[in-house]
């Protein structure tokens, strides 16, 4: 009787234990969490894009380039995501640095030219966009200038008060237009340049994109942003801005995908760096109103997108740029911020 009971209890162990396994079979896919810095309507087209196709859940937080590099660091010894996605490879690179970051080298890698991409699979780059002045038509007609066309013509006086420019401690896009700034002009003359537009009574944003969409109602004058966002305002339906692009020359950002370092599920974070770098992922961006020039070969970028080749554009140093972060925003927050804190 003890024998029958005794195989009776191992038998159902059994069973148990085989059903736990089976059910585990079924379901051996972890839950991928990803710092977004793309726009909500592509981080959320892409994500759900990858979820349908791998079978891979995804959960994402939206955030800026700076506000993403500021969570990773918080949360450096339990990091809670795997992937950042999307934004300024200068932010990616200054991740990198302070060991942040898992290199990753995807099999999809061949198809994005070297230019845009970290050697060591730190980061690739996904899209690319150029800095631009976004205007008030209204405003411009209002006070009798044409769209601006230098750098310097935002030192004119009838600008004071009318500029909208994002904080690099924040956004990605004003870092980049701050090293553009450092590398076209060199940097003691970029902050002379810096303290004299200060002086036009910047509105500051903690956001790239917001001061696009204050110049198209009309609460600001002109702004500094990347053309591809001053663009996708413009097609949502603010017809009265105009996008130009100063003739000194301009910069222009990598939007780049990595892999955050120690992040949970890190196969899961791979798959997606590889669709990530596929053609039909970097195209999905378009079906939703964003007009970033791509960087798979074979990838058809938005016809409205502008071209690197027709601007005028600066050997903007990427690595540099990563490199100098640090001390070129704390320059800034010094010396200018410092201007308006005084005032």
């Known amino acids: 009787?003890?024998?029958?009971?005794?195989?009776?209890?191992?038998?159902?162990?059994?069973?148990?234990?085989?059903?736990?396994?089976?059910?585990?079979?079924?379901?051996?896919?972890?839950?991928?969490?990803?710092?977004?810095?793309?726009?909500?309507?592509?981080?959320?087209?892409?994500?759900?894009?990858?979820?349908?196709?791998?079978?891979?859940?995804?959960?994402?937080?939206?955030?800026?380039?700076?506000?993403?590099?500021?969570?990773?660091?918080?949360?450096?010894?339990?990091?809670?995501?795997?992937?950042?996605?999307?934004?300024?490879?200068?932010?990616?690179?200054?991740?990198?640095?302070?060991?942040?970051?898992?290199?990753?080298?995807?099999?999809?890698?061949?198809?994005?030219?070297?230019?845009?991409?970290?050697?060591?699979?730190?980061?690739?780059?996904?899209?690319?966009?150029?800095?631009?002045?976004?205007?008030?038509?209204?405003?411009?007609?209002?006070?009798?200038?044409?769209?601006?066309?230098?750098?310097?013509?935002?030192?004119?006086?009838?600008?004071?008060?009318?500029?909208?420019?994002?904080?690099?401690?924040?956004?990605?896009?004003?870092?980049?237009?701050?090293?553009?700034?450092?590398?076209?002009?060199?940097?003691?003359?970029?902050?002379?340049?810096?303290?004299?537009l200060h002086k036009q009574n910047i509105i500051y944003t903690t956001s790239g994109s917001v001061p696009g969409r204050t110049v198209g109602m009309g609460e600001v004058g002109t702004a500094v942003m990347f053309s591809h966002d001053a663009l996708k305002f413009y097609k949502e339906g603010f017809q009265n801005l105009v996008i130009s692009f100063p003739i000194e020359g301009t910069g222009y950002e990598i939007g780049a995908v990595g892999i955050i370092k120690g992040g949970p599920n890190t196969k899961e974070a791979q798959q997606f760096v590889d669709w990530a770098l596929t053609k039909d992922a970097q195209e999905l961006g378009k079906q939703v109103g964003n007009y970033q020039l791509l960087t798979h070969r074979d990838a058809e970028s938005p016809e409205e997108a502008f071209s690197l080749h027709n601007l005028n554009v600066i050997s903007y140093n990427s690595e540099w740029a990563g490199k100098n972060r640090e001390r070129l925003i704390n320059r800034w927050t010094t010396e200018i911020m410092h201007v308006q804190i005084s005032n």
């Open 1 to 196: 009787m003890k024998r029958s009971v005794s195989i009776m209890l191992r038998l159902s162990l059994l069973i148990i234990l085989l059903l736990l396994c089976s059910s585990c079979g079924k379901d051996t896919k972890g839950t991928l969490t990803v710092y977004a810095g793309l726009y909500e309507d592509h981080a959320i087209k892409a994500i759900e894009t990858f979820q349908k196709q791998t079978g891979i859940k995804v959960s994402y937080v939206r955030m800026s380039s700076g506000e993403i590099l500021s969570r990773i660091r918080a949360e450096h010894d339990n990091p809670k995501a795997s992937v950042w996605f999307g934004g300024p490879a200068d932010t990616f690179i200054q991740a990198k640095s302070e060991g942040l970051l898992e290199p990753y080298i995807s099999p999809n890698v061949s198809m994005i030219d070297p230019t845009y991409r970290d050697p060591d699979g730190f980061w690739t780059g996904i899209y690319i966009g150029s800095i631009a002045f976004v205007s008030n038509k209204t405003w411009l007609q209002e006070v009798g200038m044409t769209a601006p066309e230098s750098w310097n013509d935002l030192l004119k006086s009838a600008y004071r008060g009318m500029i909208s420019l994002p904080d690099p401690r924040s956004s990605g896009t004003a870092y980049t237009t701050l090293a553009t700034w450092v590398q076209l002009f060199g940097e003691d003359e970029a902050f002379t340049y810096l303290k004299a």
